[in-house]
């Protein structure tokens, strides 16, 4: 168990600091076709409720895809990150509907929903460092994820967005980790 804490953390870092060298131009590319890409989707296009988040920093943007997702006529929940790192659910009505929460992260200021919101949702977007090609998804450590995708019901299209180079042949993870069905990245939708 430690010894896999310690390839967790080590992959993590360098998953960072490779995020940390990519250009605002490359993310504003990356962000477009990411978006492109879920979009047509057929399990995003069916969809009638979405959870999704809102990306920060360096991570692959997820805002152009939030605001299509609403133009295209779809329920839009994202997380709201409590203090023992669960996640509540709240619905994104526009860019002026989030505030600054703790560590960085945006968060809708509309009313919450519970953190059984997200077992009612038709498709799960996700953020991550890394998934392998059985669909283990690399997340930060904080466990918010894992426990989110718990409530999901199995067969509930769940997708990781990330970079190319971080669809990896594996990566370390623990049994309270969950797999995901799918990653996007700049190039591609990639089904487990």
């Known amino acids: 168990m430690e010894h896999n804490e310690a390839r967790k953390l080590a992959q993590r870092d360098q998953l960072m600091t490779a995020r940390g060298r990519l250009g605002v131009a490359v993310l504003a590319?990356?962000?477009a076709q990411v978006s492109e890409?879920?979009?047509a989707a057929p399990e995003i296009r069916r969809a009638a409720c979405v959870a999704a988040?809102?990306?920060v920093g360096r991570e692959p943007g997820t805002g152009l895809l939030l605001d299509a997702l609403r133009a295209a006529g779809k329920r839009v929940l994202l997380p709201v990150l409590q203090p023992d790192n669960d996640l509540d659910w709240a619905a994104y009505e526009s860019p002026a509907s989030l505030a600054r929460a703790s560590r960085g992260l945006l968060e809708p200021t509309t009313p919450r929903l519970g953190v059984d919101a997200v077992a009612g949702v038709d498709a799960v977007i996700v953020p991550g460092l890394a998934v392998d090609r059985?669909?283990?998804?690399l997340g930060r450590g904080g466990g918010s994820y894992d426990r989110?995708?718990?409530r999901v019901p199995v067969g509930t299209f769940t997708c990781v967005v990330l970079n190319e180079a971080e669809v990896l042949d594996e990566v370390p993870y623990d049994d309270h980790d969950r797999r995901v069905l799918a990653a996007v990245t700049e190039e591609r939708l990639l089904r487990f």
């Open 134 to 137: 059985t669909g283990m998804r």
């Open 37 to 39: 890409l879920l979009l």
């Open 29 to 31: 590319a990356r962000a």
């Open 148 to 150: 989110a995708l718990g």
């Open 53 to 55: 988040y809102v990306s």
